[in-house]
């Protein structure tokens, strides 16, 4: 009876430590709108950065710009999660202060212009759970027409003389965002 016993134990065990090795070793696909994050500096060698955005690159695929970001309606800046913004140091947007901290940008797209908002909200997903009343800052940009395509949602930051510029790309349209360092 006690060998039966064991054997009974020993055969669970092992069928137990086979199906954790199994769930353990799998990982889901590669994302189809893959996160990424642009910074400034952009220079990796460098670890004081400024400012940094973390967002996924949705990807055009045939489809309009009107259709994946509609025009007049709040739009998470990317896919999936909404852009998170990390300041790291104190800056402007538009006269507005924006302290060192992590915020949500969101963008609203116009007819030749965009509306882009930093937002207290947090850890949201698309921009579903949008509310006005937790902006901290939002200005209205030029979108300017580009005459290369860019196939993925795009984002980059440049030195501008008091500050930097969030300079944000897809399809033909082209939008810069005036960030100032505050004094």
Same mark, same amino acid.
């Given at each position: 009876?006690?060998?039966?016993?064991?054997i009974? !134990?020993?055969?669970?065990?092992?069928?137990?430590?086979?199906s954790?090795?199994?769930?353990?070793?799998?990982?889901?696909?590669?994302?189809?709108? *893959?996160?990424?994050?642009?910074?400034? *500096? !952009?220079?990796?060698?460098?670890s004081?950065?400024?400012?940094?955005?973390?967002?996924?690159?949705?990807?055009?695929?045939?489809?309009?710009?009107?259709?994946l970001?509609?025009?007049?309606?709040?739009?998470? &800046?990317?896919?999936?999660?909404?852009?998170?913004?990390?300041?790291?140091?104190?800056?402007? &947007?538009?006269?507005?202060?924006?302290?060192?901290?992590?915020?949500? &940008?969101?963008?609203?797209?116009?007819?030749?212009?965009?509306?882009? %908002?930093?937002?207290?909200?947090?850890?949201?997903?698309?921009?579903?759970?949008?509310?006005?009343?937790?902006?901290?800052?939002? %200005?209205?940009? *030029?979108?300017?027409?580009?005459?290369? !395509?860019?196939?993925?949602?795009?984002?980059?930051?440049?030195?501008?003389?008091?500050?930097?510029? &969030?300079?944000?790309?897809?399809?033909?349209?082209?939008?810069?965002?005036?960030?100032?360092?505050?004094?």
């Amino acid at each position: 009876m006690k060998t039966s016993k064991l054997i009974a !134990s020993v055969a669970f065990a092992f069928m137990m430590l086979v199906s954790f090795n199994s769930n353990a070793q799998k990982f889901s696909g590669l994302d189809k709108s *893959p996160m990424d994050a642009a910074s400034y *500096p !952009s220079d990796y060698k460098v670890s004081d950065k400024a400012i940094k955005v973390v967002y996924s690159r949705p990807q055009l695929k045939g489809r309009s710009i009107d259709k994946l970001a509609p025009k007049g309606k709040v739009w998470r &800046l990317g896919a999936n999660e909404a852009a998170e913004l990390h300041v790291y140091k104190d800056m402007t &947007l538009n006269g507005e202060k924006v302290n060192e901290g992590t915020y949500t &940008l969101y963008a609203m797209p116009g007819d030749g212009e965009w509306t882009v %908002i930093v937002s207290e909200d947090l850890n949201v997903w698309g921009s579903y759970f949008y509310k006005e009343e937790n902006d901290v800052a939002r %200005i209205t940009v *030029p979108v300017t027409e580009d005459s290369e !395509s860019l196939e993925a949602f795009s984002m980059a930051f440049t030195e501008s003389e008091d500050g930097v510029h &969030l300079h944000m790309g897809w399809g033909t349209a082209r939008v810069a965002v005036p960030f100032v360092l505050a004094k």
